[in-house]
């Protein structure tokens, strides 16, 4: 049984930020990292919007919050948090790593891919279906592969796809993308993309492997088949929140909800970074949150009954 001030859940920039601001107040802190410390962010190749860093990897980002959290004091344990609930003065988080107390809890727990509900979506996962361009671009080198989505993920990736691929179809089910300006305008002059757009897969077909997709034209009606040797899914994300109790109020999709201080519903818990109910989802948010998350989880605990670690 370990016993903390303070048990954050999730070691992406918004949970590894939120350890460096409640170490340096003073918190016993823990992080909760079920896969690689910097989450997401690890699995980004270039990143060109975070201050201060012109032009990062996702993997250096990830390795410069993780040692600064260190330095302050943060333990990162490599274990997922199974079960949380409200224990005495504080929390009980039952974990892979075992049993843990807390007087306050951050979930910083992220999100993680959906898939498409097509046909062979996912009966292929790991067999040619994809949700990380950085991983698995290696495997579909001079190779044609199908970037499925219109969001910022959706032309970031292809565009990295681009660099081992021969060609990469972007598939978009709208003639309009929803992601940034800029990653459109790179996206569209790179001549190794081609746009299906108002198009859906339909279905994912092969042997053991991928080797073709389906796709419909949804102003035609037309369906054509495309040989690809991967699938890309960019098409959205939900929370990772299985863990949460229910007296923890979420907006539609499962995201938590918070007020201004990034508390929930439950006193005590509070959620910072992608897992929130929020309209920006990006690496300076997240750090943004957990800078205020572990803030208000050290004031939180000054004012509450938590006796502390004696
Ligand atoms: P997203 O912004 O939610 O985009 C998901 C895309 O998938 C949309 O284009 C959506 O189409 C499409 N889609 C959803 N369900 C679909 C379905 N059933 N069939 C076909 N298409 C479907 O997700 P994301 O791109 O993964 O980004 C997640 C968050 O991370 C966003 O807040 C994003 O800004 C952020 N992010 C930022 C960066 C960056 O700043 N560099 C990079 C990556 C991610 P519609 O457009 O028609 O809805």
């Known amino acids: 049984m370990g016993k903390y001030d303070l048990i954050v859940i999730g070691g992406g920039p918004a949970g590894l930020t939120a350890s460096i601001y409640a170490s340096r107040a003073g918190l016993k802190t823990l992080v909760l990292e079920q896969t690689i410390s910097g989450g997401q962010m690890r699995l980004t190749g270039i990143i060109e919007n975070y201050p201060g860093f012109p032009e990062v990897t996702g ?13 302050q004091g943060a333990e990162i344990a490599s274990a997922s948090a199974r079960s949380l609930r409200k224990d005495g003065d504080g929390f009980a988080i039952e974990a892979s790593s075992g049993s843990h107390q807390a007087g306050a809890v951050i979930s910083a727990s992220g999100t ?3 898939n498409l509900a097509c046909r062979g979506a996912e009966e292929y996962v790991g067999r040619g279906v994809s949700f990380c ?28 796809l681009a660099r081992f691929a021969s060609k990469v179809y972007v598939i978009h089910r709208r003639d309009e993308f929803r992601a940034d300006k800029a990653l459109q305008a790179r996206a569209l002059a790179n001549p190794k993309l081609e746009f299906l757009l108002s198009s859906e897969v339909e279905a994912i077909e ?13 102003k035609t009606g037309e369906v ?15 929370p990772n929140t299985d863990y949460l109790p229910p007296e923890v109020d979420t907006a539609e999709g499962g995201w938590i909800k918070t007020d201004a201080r990034l508390q929930t519903s439950v006193p005590g818990i509070f959620a910072a970074g992608d897992v929130r ?5 990006q ?5 943004a ?15 509450s009954v938590w006796k502390g670690l004696s």
Do not use: W
């Open 277 to 281: 109910d929020t309209d920006l989802r």
């Open 224 to 238: 054509t088949p495309f040989a690809v040797g991967g699938v890309f899914m960019f098409v959205g994300s939900a």
């Open 289 to 303: 949150d957990g800078a205020r998350a572990g803030v208000n989880a050290a004031r939180f605990l000054e004012g």
């Open 112 to 114: 993680y891919h959906r």
């Open 59 to 71: 993997a250096e980002l990830s390795d410069a919050m993780y040692r600064q959290a260190q330095r």
């Open 283 to 287: 690496i300076a948010t997240a750090t």
């Open 133 to 160: 361009a950085l991983c698995d671009a290696g495997f579909v080198r001079n190779d044609t592969v199908a970037a499925v989505g219109g969001g910022n993920s959706a032309l970031e990736e292809a565009d990295y």
């Open 206 to 218: 092969g042997s053991d492997i991928v080797e073709r997709i389906l796709v419909r034209n949804k």
